[in-house]
């Protein structure tokens, strides 16, 4: 048995969901389980409507659904008769629900993260139902099961965890037989808490709802069918020529998604390494192209870099404070903060009075800020971006920080840090000197390829 998951681009229009259901088609024989994202665009167009519900401005919000409504019924719908008339009815009843709730909210004037999921997950609960018709349409038998029935979580609407014994028992009972003798579809993102509250796993997360459909029925694979051949040696936005990594470890590829590899959530190895399931990257409009198969070790390998990650958006902090010389205890009062404000920390550098962190997540740094300052002095530096350089060969390999700061000696780096995998080399620059030092460091790490590794 093997999961399947599709992302927004591979099922955003008719065209696409006909090569969906080739690629699945040739695969039918090792029981696949397909697992969907919403229709291109559709996740963030629902949050747009949800916000304008929330600001209480009813007619944009309808507008806004009603776009998405025209586009589900154009695209939705590929086949003809009378199961076609079933699926019209099928959107049409979503949309109403939808109409109903939008215009809730807009009276209330006030968005919970759990309407945030009721709505958002509605792209993944119409493209699952889509695509279960459009594989009965081209003859292959398909079942829907809904991921909220299976995929239980905690209640952190917006951000869910899952609650992983229940549900790998969940997908046991109600999947794993099914699959047996028909293709079973869900829909990805989305799971539900034990009182049968929609949630959702966070933006991305239905590779890693894949993931965790594929732990729990125990299958040989799970392939993550994306627009791109694979995980690349750089972010295609910023090196379009980048190379094919052909195969990559675990450990590589979840710091690779940690730091901005948007091709990947970054949660979506966790349940594969555990189930010692590899994971392969593969291109819905190029399936003939091998991909990156990621697996619990890394090849042999004569480049010590495997890929440049890159985040956008960073905010450092500057932490500084005379009093704690010589004192105790001035890094457990910094975590605590961070941890009551459930704000994660990317990167850390210190010396004995002063911490430099950066994070992602500016939601309560104003907060955090005025409670650092009643025992230090904080500044704060926007616009900054991370860049890390990845490769289990890294720790090894003499010289590789030496050739990067050469090829930056004329950036600023704002900080440096080897992490404790030390697979990464990470640092801190302005984020209007990113893609100067990507082209640079790509340039200077990959111009000789080992072709075991790349294509
Ligand atoms: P999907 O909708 O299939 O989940 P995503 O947009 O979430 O697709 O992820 C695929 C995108 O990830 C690519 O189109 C690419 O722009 C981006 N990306 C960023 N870094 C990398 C990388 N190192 N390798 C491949 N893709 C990357
Ligand atoms: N549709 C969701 C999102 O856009 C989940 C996903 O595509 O992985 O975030
Ligand atoms: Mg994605």
């Not at 038998?141 to 995929?151: K, L, M």
């Not at 609650?163 to 993102?189: P, Q």
């Not at 539900?192 to 125990?218: E, N, P, Q």
């Amino acid at each position: 048995m093997i999961v399947m998951k599709f992302g927004g681009t591979s099922v955003e229009s008719q065209e696409a969901i006909v090569r969906v259901t080739e690629i699945v088609r040739s695969y039918q024989r090792k029981h696949p389980i397909v697992v969907v994202s919403a229709m291109g665009k559709t996740t963030n167009k629902l949050l747009e409507a949800a916000v304008e519900a929330g600001a209480g401005r009813r007619e944009q919000a309808l507008v806004i659904v009603d776009q998405l409504r025209a586009h589900h019924l154009v695209h939705g719908l590929p086949l003809a008769g009378a199961a076609s008339a079933e699926l019209d009815r099928f959107i049409r009843t979503h949309f109403e629900w939808l109409d109903d709730l939008v215009k809730g909210l807009a009276v209330v004037g006030e968005l919970s993260p759990r309407s945030m999921d009721a709505i958002a997950s509605v792209g993944e609960r119409l493209s699952s139902l889509v695509v279960t018709f459009a594989l009965r349409a081209a003859g292959i038998p398909a079942q829907h099961v809904d991921s909220r029935r299976v995929i239980l979580t905690d209640d952190r609407f917006t951000q869910a965890q899952p609650l992983l014994e229940e549900t790998y028992l969940l997908l046991k009972e109600n999947v794993r037989c099914l699959a047996e003798t028909s293709v079973v579809v869900m829909g990805g993102f989305m799971g539900a808490t034990k009182d049968g509250h929609t949630t959702t796993l966070g933006r991305g997360g239905s590779d890693y709802s894949a993931s965790i459909v594929g732990a729990g029925i125990d299958a040989e694979e799970i392939q993550i069918w994306t627009d791109v051949d694979g995980m690349l040696t750089a972010d295609p936005r910023i090196i379009p020529d980048g190379h094919r990594v052909k195969s990559i470890s675990f450990a590589e590829a979840a710091e690779m998604a940690y730091f901005g590899a948007k091709v990947l959530h970054p949660a979506t190895v966790l349940p594969a390494v555990e189930k010692n399931i590899p994971v392969l990257i593969l291109n819905s409009r190029r399936p003939e192209v091998g991909g990156t198969r990621i697996t619990p070790d890394a090849v042999d390998c004569r480049n010590a870099v495997k890929s440049i990650s890159c985040k956008r958006g960073i905010t450092i902090l500057n932490i500084r404070s005379t009093r704690m010389l010589m004192a105790h205890g001035f890094l457990r009062r910094i975590f605590e903060l961070f941890d009551r404000y459930a704000t994660s920390v990317d990167m850390l550098s210190t010396s004995e009075v002063s911490v430099s962190l950066t994070v992602d997540n500016q939601e309560n740094l104003p907060l955090i800020c005025e409670e650092l300052r009643h025992f230090a002095d904080v500044s704060v530096e926007h616009e900054q971006a991370i860049v890390c350089l990845i490769g289990e060969n890294i720790r090894h390999t003499p010289g590789i920080a030496g050739r990067a700061f050469q090829v930056l000696h004329t950036t600023n780096i704002r900080m440096i840090s080897q992490g404790a995998s030390r697979l990464n080399l990470g640092f801190v620059i302005a984020d209007a000197d990113l893609e100067p030092a990507v082209f640079a460091l790509h340039e200077e790490f990959f111009s000789e390829l080992d072709p075991a590794v790349f294509d």
